[in-house]
């Protein structure tokens, strides 16, 4: 059985682009399982298109966020949850040393509390920028003005920042 | 010339084209000392901000391309998840990654096998998936993953001694069975997933999705779990967390338990 051209783009694609893709949805959700679910599925439907997309890391984000969004909805209950499904996810790394693991610890907590407090909309300009995506991509991505991209990832990190600093 | 805009400092430090003005500002931005330390300053800043962000990462569970398409290639003539698993067609492997993704682990060697497997007998086959796959030595949280049907059986085919598996109602789409400690080797079925735990002391989590109308855990033949719609079967305690923890070794007679009633 040979391989399609679209399989050869396709595998092409997965190998740079899943990493990718689930690290910035884990980053967004803060949840392993969930970002890991729906990186999957993000591919899954590409491989249903049966073409590659123009853009496609522009695409797969694209998909993901709508999937993401689905997921959100349903969510009230599931906050509770995913709390305490996460810890699952995490390897038997050897413990570090007590202090070190409880200020690494705290200084996770604040991380993710900080972009919690972002809106979505916030939070998916720092996070994609942190991706590496241009001004243009961002606008393509998140269905902003071009020209309106800059103030508004300024506006972002800037309360990423506060949010940080502000930490309980 | 006066300084540019904070915006298209920004802008230079994102290495982003400014368009028209960009010859202007980058030669002003060459001769001052005072914009070039507002860029270094914002490059500084976007490093911190990453190196942040950095702290949540963790390693992630991963996926093969393999069982992606395969699961793709599923859904074809079927309707969605549901179909696809109607169809007979049980798929999707994760493993908690790092240690699967070390070139030359066995717990690699494994992972892949049983996604090359997985990927064949989706595309073609619906019937119980029959050949062992490899046991691995070591298994630090591997498991499967694979879309809910209307009906799941998770199968323990050895008991261990000191073993315990935990089953959690989540709502989510997905049946997860991932064992931390110990040692299991996994091999998807028809409607659900045989875990040979090889008589290990491994905990066993299993999320079992809201969605699912009909669910069965065995134990070396014994039921030691049923969910039927809402009601709940078992022969495990409800812990504080909202699992059903189950001992590998258990033998007392279920206990019922309506889910609509003891919702978590
Ligand atoms: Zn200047």
Not at chain 1, 135 to 149: I, K
Request: proline residues 5%; charged residues 25%.
């Amino acid at each position: 059985m040979s391989e399609s051209p679209f399989e050869g783009d396709f595998r092409a694609a997965f190998a740079t682009r899943f990493p990718e893709l689930i690290r910035y949805l884990h980053r967004l959700s803060g949840d392993a399982a969930l970002a890991s679910d729906i990186a999957q599925e993000t591919f899954v439907r590409l491989y249903q298109r049966g073409e590659m997309p123009a853009d496609a890391r522009a695409w797969l984000v694209t998909v993901a966020h709508n999937l993401f969004r689905d997921e959100c909805r349903r969510a009230t209950r599931r906050r509770s949850l995913l709390a305490r499904r996460d810890p699952a996810y995490t390897l038997a790394d050897a413990p570090p040393a007590p202090d070190a693991a409880l200020e690494s610890d705290e200084r996770q907590r604040a991380v993710r509390a900080a972009l919690d407090q972002l809106s979505e909309r916030d939070r998916q300009l720092l996070l994609l920028r942190h991706e590496g995506y241009s001004y243009r991509e961002l606008a393509t991505v998140l269905s902003l003005v071009e020209s309106s991209v800059g103030t508004l990832l300024a506006r972002a990190r800037i309360a990423f920042r506060r949010a940080l600093e502000e930490k309980p | 010339m006066m300084h540019p805009s904070t915006m298209d400092l920004q802008a230079l430090a994102d290495g982003e084209p400014l368009g028209a003005r960009e010859s202007d500002v980058l030669a002003h931005v060459r001769s001052c000392a005072e914009c070039q330390h507002s860029i270094a300053e914002m490059r500084a800043a976007h490093e911190r901000d990453e190196e942040l962000l950095s702290l949540i990462d963790r390693r992630l569970p991963t996926a093969s391309v393999n069982a992606v398409i395969a699961r793709a290639a599923a859904r074809r003539g079927t309707r969605g998840i549901r179909g696809a698993i109607a169809a007979g067609i049980g798929i999707l492997i994760v493993s908690a990654a790092a240690v699967a993704a070390v070139p030359g682990s066995p717990v690699r060697a494994y992972v892949e096998h049983l996604f090359a497997h997985t990927r064949d007998s989706a595309a073609t086959i619906p019937h119980p998936v029959t050949q062992a796959p490899i046991a691995p030595r070591e298994t630090p949280n591997v498991g499967v993953s694979f879309p809910a049907g209307s009906r799941v059986e998770i199968v323990f085919s050895r008991a261990g001694v000191q073993g315990r598996v935990r089953v959690t109602v989540v709502d989510t789409p997905m049946v997860r069975v991932t064992n931390h400690g110990g040692t299991a080797a996994y091999r998807l079925t028809l409607h659900g997933v045989t875990i040979d735990s090889v008589g290990s002391n491994a905990t066993f989590e299993v999320m079992l999705p809201s969605t699912v109308g009909r669910a069965i855990v065995r134990i070396d033949g014994r039921t030691v779990f049923t969910k039927n719609g809402t009601r709940i079967r078992t022969t495990g305690a409800l812990d504080s967390t909202g699992a059903y923890v189950i001992p590998l070794g258990a033998t007392r007679l279920p206990v019922d338990r309506d889910l609509s009633q003891n919702r978590i």
